[in-house]
Every structure is written in C-alpha cells, then in structure tokens.
C-alpha cells in the first residue's frame, strides 16, 4: 500500500513538472533577436546572454503609469543593457554596456547604442553589441517597466541597501540611506533615477547591476523555489514579464538564475572619455582594456583585474 501510494504520488509529481514546463514555455513571448551574417563570431565556450531592460509602459494603465511615475512616452527603448557571460566553470561575469556607448551600427553609422534598438529592434541591437565585443550570443531576454514591477513584488521586495537619500519625482522616490525592502514600484524609480552621481547614466548602470543580482538571488533561493505560494507567482510573472528569443525556454531561465545566484563578477566596460560628439553626450570606451575584458570572456577565461570597474 504503501509503495504503491509513493509510486503514485512520483508519478503525480512528475506529471505537474511535466506539465508545467509546457505551460510556462507556452506563455513566454517570443521575438527574433538573432540573424545570419557575414562575418558573425564563431560560437564561444560558455554561455552569453543579452539582458535588456526596456522603457516599455505596455500593459500599464493610467492609473499605473502615473503611480510609477513612468510618464505616457509611447514605444520602445533600451534603457538597461548587460552583458551575461556564464563560463563552463567558476563564476558569471555581469557587464554593463552603457546605453550612451558611442559604437558602429551597421548602416547607420556611429550612434548610442541604444539607437540601435531604436533601428532595428532587438536584431540590430544583437548584432551591434556581438561586432563591438567578438561575443556571440547564446540567448537573449528583455523586460518592460511593468514586468519588472510584478517580478520583484511576486517575491515580496527586494532588500537593497542605498548609499544615499536619493529624491527624485521624476522616478517617484524618497529613499533615505540605508537597507531597505523595496517592492516594484519603488525597485523601478531606484534602478531608473538619474539624481545621483556626477555621471548618471553610469551611476546607474551600477545600481541596475547591483538590484538585478539581489534580484535573481532572492528568486533563485531555496525559500523562494521550494515554496509553492511565491515559486509558482513568481513563474507566472517572469513567464508573463519577458520576452526571449525563440530558442530559450523555462530550462534555460532556470539556468540564468542559478547562474546570477552565484554572485556574478559585476562591472562595466572601461571608460575612455565623456565627449559630446553632434549634440550627444556620449561614452567612448577605453579600447585597449575594453577588448581585454571582451577577449577572456570570449576565451572562457578570468577577466584582468585591472580593466574591472564598480562604474
């Protein structure tokens, strides 16, 4: 009797895992975000990843919109973009690529890189980010204001701890130094704002690395995973929240998170110069340490300590 109950309860078990698994696949948005071309980096050991945050407010009411303090702006821009290198062995590396970056963009030019999103979507925006580094990506993922708002609060916050007060309408905060619990609206204006610092942008490109990390920790944590009352909202939002390439499925979002429960190498692509090239304020790349960074990540190897950066 009692054999047979746990037979049938394994195979209960396995028919829900089963059976979620094909759910969740089938509720992922898909986008293309790769294409063949000449000159395309050969395939890399380990696994690359595109993580792109968007300024997306689809999905938002008027209410929501003005409760995040996201404005009405319509479309789709590149507000975040980073680099995930998960190496065969050993620890992730997690780059920022400044959206400000002044790079080649195939029939356009050179630009930020986030016009190149602007351009072509996220295609464009793939190619452009594998001909500046020589890294082929594995897969890529994007999120939306909304989305990221319903991820962080199906786990029930984030703690963060903030360096400064920081008072920003703009992205509708008051936070005072300090850690705190933040829920999804709050973690937006925190990860958006641009009133710190004496390089926003760059401020916040490490406060995006620094939240993403506690993030996909909190989510990928055993009290999360193994509890059904915030696991199972927790797939649903993320399933719900981005969008992937048609090649990456609940297996390989699994491995994501595993992969940034690790604490990730965090850093940015060195910085050369802050010019104001046709109008733009840019940022220009030191090249030097910049292919350095790109090459061992391309190579599977340890990245330089020294073309590391908390920037």
């Known amino acids: 009797m009692i054999r047979t109950t746990l037979v049938c309860a394994l195979?209960?078990?396995?028919?829900?895992?089963?059976?979620?698994?094909?759910?969740?696949?089938?509720?992922?948005?898909t986008t293309e975000a790769f294409s063949d071309y000449p000159g395309r980096p050969e395939e890399t050991p380990g696994t690359d990843w595109l993580l792109v945050g968007s300024d997306s407010r689809e999905g938002l009411t008027a209410a929501e919109r003005k409760r995040l303090a996201t404005g009405s702006v319509g479309g789709r821009r590149t507000d975040t973009v980073m680099l995930l290198h998960i190496p065969r062995d050993g620890r992730p590396t997690l780059v920022s690529l400044p959206r400000d970056s002044y790079v080649p963009i195939d029939g356009h030019g050179r630009n930020k890189l986030n016009a190149a999103y602007a351009f072509g979507g996220p295609e464009l925006l793939v190619k452009t980010v594998e001909q500046v580094t020589g890294i082929r990506i594995d897969h890529y993922m994007e999120i939306g204001f909304g989305g990221f708002v319903d991820i962080v609060d199906a786990i029930g916050g984030v703690e963060i701890c903030v360096k400064q007060n920081i008072k920003d309408p703009k992205a509708g905060i008051n936070l005072k130094k300090g850690c705190q619990v933040m829920d999804g609206g709050t973690a937006l204006?925190?990860?958006?704002?641009?009133?710190?610092?004496?390089?926003?942008?760059?401020?916040?490109?490490?406060?995006?690395?620094?939240?993403?990390?506690?993030?996909?920790?909190?989510?990928?944590?055993?009290?999360?995973l193994l509890n059904p009352f915030s696991s199972v909202p927790l797939a649903l939002s993320a399933a719900d929240a981005v969008t992937v390439d048609p090649g990456t499925g609940p297996i390989d979002l699994l491995r994501l998170a595993l992969a940034m429960r690790d604490k990730p190498i965090s850093t940015a692509v060195p910085i050369g110069a802050l010019p104001t090239i046709n109008g733009m304020a840019v940022v220009k790349w030191d090249t030097e340490k910049a292919l350095r960074l790109f090459n061992a990540l391309k190579e599977d190897r340890p990245v330089p300590k020294d073309v590391l950066s908390n920037k």
Not at 12 to 26: A, H
């Open 11 to 29: 195979v209960l078990l396995l028919v829900f895992v089963v059976g979620g698994y094909f759910w969740i696949g089938s509720r992922l948005t």
């Open 189 to 224: 204006g925190y990860v958006r704002t641009r009133a710190t610092g004496a390089i926003p942008d760059l401020e916040r490109t490490q406060r995006q690395r620094q939240f993403l990390a506690a993030l996909v920790s909190k989510a990928a944590s055993p009290g999360t």
